[in-house]
């Protein structure tokens, strides 16, 4: 594939030449069509074409018009001309040449950025997982546990005599609907540890507010934390990446839950969604806990800045910057009575930023 892809660029410089010549022999206009033959092989087939094609050029620019006299002119001003041709054909070709370099480091750039990214938000999201070890554990144990429970209880009811058939079958409907809840935490927790290259496909928002719910009730449960939702209906669709918005999720309603987990008053977190304007989609995140640091509501989404002692500083930068690459905005405000707010918006129908 390599070889017809370099025939392909070659073969372009000798067609390019071979039109120029076709449409500057009866207009007599051969420098402006051979210069642009040059362009177009350099631009389209790289530096060895487009050299390739400054030869062909030259020697037409030559032997077919500067020597179309007869006998052959040889004038000062014949070569002056085709040394200028030739400097102007060679100019070209390394103009381009330099600006295709340029792009393809900068391309390349942006690559490495978006993979730094990439592998930085994992790693923030791992770290977060690797925190709730314990509660992931909870939840996924109370269905494993009361499935147990639940086909034991099948197997009794089969073994009397006669066999309560009803009985034994509402107890295997429970013992698959708890197993069905565990499978379903695992799944979620897969997701978050995937590595992968983004996926943007439509999302229901509600559907991922639910999923993050699941996966830290039992966080929010081990600091007396009521979590309450409030999801509008019938939400159009966002285009988005699922790993990357239930990571934003995640560590919205992870900094609620420690903003809470020490207040001696009441702990609640509330997450509410409905239609925002200008075709935007909003999520608000709030808690009742000791709301955000005085004056440095946005300084919160800078790069390493923490109020925890063992925190990294890089959750809520990576949260803003998901957000923004979704088209979205993110930002934090306290609350009027007590405890803080995240506001997130996403749009439903504009082109998200890639």
């Not at 070209?92 to 990214?117: C, D, G, P, T």
Request: glycine share 6%; aromatic share 6%.
């Amino acid at each position: 594939m390599k070889a017809f892809s370099k025939l392909q660029r070659y073969g372009l410089a000798v067609i390019s030449c071979g039109v120029a010549l076709l449409v500057a022999w009866p207009i007599d206009a051969p420098a402006s069509c051979l210069l642009l033959a040059v362009a177009v092989s350099s631009l389209f087939g790289g530096l060895g074409p487009g050299l390739l094609s400054i030869a062909l050029s030259a020697t037409a620019f030559n032997y077919l018009f500067l020597r179309r006299t007869n006998p052959p002119a040889v004038e000062p001003a014949v070569f002056f001309r085709f040394a200028v041709f030739l400097l102007a054909t060679l100019l070209i070709a390394m103009l381009i040449e330099v600006k295709r370099r340029v792009e393809n480091s900068r391309n390349r750039a942006e690559e490495a950025l978006r993979q730094a990214n990439s592998d930085l938000a994992r790693v923030s999201r791992v770290t977060t997982m690797g925190e709730l070890t314990a509660s992931l554990a909870h939840e996924v144990n109370q269905p494993i546990a009361a499935a147990v429970t639940d086909a034991n209880t099948c197997l009794r009811w089969l073994m009397r005599d006669p066999p309560d058939v009803e009985e034994a079958r509402e107890a295997a409907s429970r013992t698959i609907k708890d197993a069905t809840r565990a499978a379903e935490i695992i799944t979620h927790v897969r997701q978050i540890f995937r590595k992968g290259a983004e996926q943007r496909e439509p999302l229901d928002v509600n559907e991922v507010i639910q999923e993050m719910v699941l996966l830290l009730r039992s966080e929010a449960a081990r600091y007396s934390i009521t979590v309450r939702t409030e999801l509008a209906a019938d939400l159009p669709r966002v285009m988005g990446d699922r790993v990357q918005l239930q990571q934003v999720l995640m560590n919205l309603m992870m900094n609620s839950i420690d903003a809470m987990k020490d207040v001696n008053w009441m702990r609640e977190l509330t997450i509410h969604s409905q239609r925002g304007a200008n075709e935007e989609l909003a999520v608000t995140v709030s808690d009742t806990g000791v709301g955000l640091p005085p004056k440095q509501a946005d300084e919160i989404f800078n790069a390493f800045f923490t109020t925890k002692p063992h925190g990294t500083g890089m959750g809520l930068r990576i949260s803003r910057s998901i957000v923004e690459s979704h088209g979205g905005r993110l930002w934090a405000a306290d609350n009027s009575s007590r405890g803080a707010s995240f506001y997130l918006t996403l749009p439903t129908k504009i082109e998200v930023h890639e």
